[in-house]
């Protein structure tokens, strides 16, 4: 398993990491080309995409690192980090969110951030879980979401 930066070459391929999520948690959104492009690889508030790459080469996972701008849809302070992790179901608590983790943690340093948001549906308790084993805690809690900050 390696890491490395989104292109657009991987668009189709994140989408349909996106559509294996969503056969396994049944929560709907959107999954094709131009959204993974808007959303993840061409967004101008994008600092990196990382995307997780299996040894067939396959892409099995991506987390998207932005700059919270004024206005941004999570209220997350401005200035600080919003990070969204989406890991194929297949590949699981093998340790890949961690090794994401470990590419974006870099890339935020480099990028001179000092925290970094997290949002995440309350009901999503690996989501929860695994943000806390990357060092988040807890800073707010609006309906059904709980938001969580780490400190760089
Ligand atoms: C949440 C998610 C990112 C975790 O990714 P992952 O690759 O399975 O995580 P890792 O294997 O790197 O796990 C790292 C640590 O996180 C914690 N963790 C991750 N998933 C967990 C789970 N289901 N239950 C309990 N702890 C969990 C554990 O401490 C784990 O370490 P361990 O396996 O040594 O105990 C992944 O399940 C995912 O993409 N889910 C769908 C989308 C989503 O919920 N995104 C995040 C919230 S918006």
């Known amino acids: 398993m390696k890491t ?4 657009a070459d991987d668009a189709a391929e994140m989408g349909r990491v996106l559509r294996e999520i969503i056969d396994h948690n049944g929560r709907q959104r959107p999954s094709d080309v131009d959204f993974v492009m808007g959303r993840y690889i061409a ?8 995307v997780a790459i299996d040894e067939a080469g396959n892409v099995v996972g991506f987390q998207s690192l932005k700059k919270a701008v004024a206005g941004n849809p999570y209220d997350t ?24 983790f470990a590419a974006t943690r870099e890339a935020a340093l480099q990028a001179g ?3 970094i948001d997290a949002y995440i549906g309350a009901d ?4 929860l879980r695994y943000y806390d084993a990357m060092g988040f805690r807890t800073y707010r809690t609006p309906e059904g979401i709980v938001q969580k900050v780490c400190d760089l």
């Open 113 to 115: 951030l000092e925290k």
């Open 124 to 127: 999503n308790s690996s989501g």
């Open 43 to 50: 967004d101008p508030t994008s600092i990196q995409c990382t």
């Open 77 to 100: 302070p401005e200035g600080w980090g919003i990070v969204g992790t989406h890991i194929s179901p297949k590949v699981h608590r093998q340790g890949v969110g961690k090794l994401l």
């Open 4 to 7: 490395r930066a989104a292109s």
